[in-house]
């Protein structure tokens, strides 16, 4: 059974820096297409940010490049979301996805990603 649990939302200032993190079980990370995607109130949800299984680059929203990276940690099966230069817009429900194979096409759509996390809230005062 595949469990994603995120961690590591908060409360910060505009400009500050806020570290995500997504641990995963019952699937191999490296073999797996890891993504972010955020939800503030009232909007759709959005995709963030993705690792892609095979070609192991790592793909953006314009909103958040150079402002926001993402990395796997193998050793702890662990998906971070480091997030510098926060804005106010960049306040929502942060949720991990994971697929086992999902083409290009798909990586920056909800739809390509079975397995998700219960989302982790990050707030970013103005």
């Known amino acids: 059974q595949v469990r994603l649990v995120e961690s590591g939302g908060g409360l910060v200032q505009a400009g500050g820096s806020l570290t995500l993190s997504c641990a995963a079980s019952?699937?191999?990370?490296?073999?797996?297409?890891l993504a972010w995607f955020r939800q503030a109130p009232g909007k759709e949800r959005e995709f963030v940010t993705v690792?892609?299984?095979?070609?192991?680059?790592?793909y953006y929203a314009d909103s958040v490049k150079g402002r926001f990276t993402a990395s796997r940690d193998n050793a702890k099966s662990t998906v971070i979301l480091q997030m510098n230069g926060l804005k106010a817009e960049d306040t929502a429900v942060y949720y991990c996805a994971a697929a086992g194979g999902i083409i290009l096409s798909q990586l920056t759509s909800q739809s390509g990603y079975p397995y998700w996390g219960q989302g982790t809230q990050v707030t970013v005062s103005s």
């Open positions: 690792i892609h299984h095979r070609n192991g680059r790592t």
């Open positions: 019952g699937l191999t990370i490296t073999r797996s297409s």
